[in-house]
């Protein structure tokens, strides 16, 4: 019962997550494009703060329920599967970028923001559009590993 919780809670974390920005680089981002420079850096003001809350509960979710499946699955890392150890490998980089991107760009944006210098806070929303990009794309070939990695003939 308890594989059967942490393999939904996975899947859900890791939907939440990669969906989320899939949302926001191909749906809100265009969407916000033709706004005003400071009613745009409102929006992604506005929509930063919740967002990230969802995420910060897949950071914690994913590694909690992907390493309890490692051990209780696999019995450890020295028999998991190789499509497996690739999937760890990509969510700890995709949890660095996604720190690296609260502590760094989005506290400068959020800071720029408050202090009302939107030149600061637009460069420092396209840095984050670039990471979130990059980390969307590392998360849907996660999750393709994860959907095929059953597949391969390793």
């Known amino acids: 019962m308890m594989m059967s919780i942490a393999v939904a809670l996975h899947a859900l974390a890791a939907i ?6 899939f949302f926001a680089v191909y ?15 409102a929006l992604w003001g506005r929509v930063f ?3 990230f809350r969802w995420v910060w509960a897949a950071v914690i979710l994913l590694p909690l329920t992907g390493y309890y499946m490692v051990y209780a699955g696999y019995g450890g890392m020295a028999t998991l599967p190789i499509p497996y150890h690739v999937m760890s490998a990509l969510g700890l980089v995709m949890i660095l970028l996604f720190l690296h ?8 944006f959020r800071a720029a923001l408050a202090g009302g210098d939107n030149g600061e806070a637009a460069k420092q929303l ?10 969307l794309y590392i998360g849907l070939v996660n999750a393709a590993v994860g959907a095929s990695g059953v597949y391969w003939a390793v």
């Open 101 to 108: 991107l609260y502590f760094a760009p989005y506290a400068r």
């Open 27 to 41: 749906a809100l981002r265009p969407a916000a494009g033709p706004m005003a420079g400071p009613d745009r850096l």
């Open 126 to 135: 396209n840095v984050i559009r670039q990471i979130v990009t990059i980390n």
């Open 49 to 51: 703060p919740n967002f």
């Open 16 to 21: 939440l997550w990669v969906g989320g920005m």
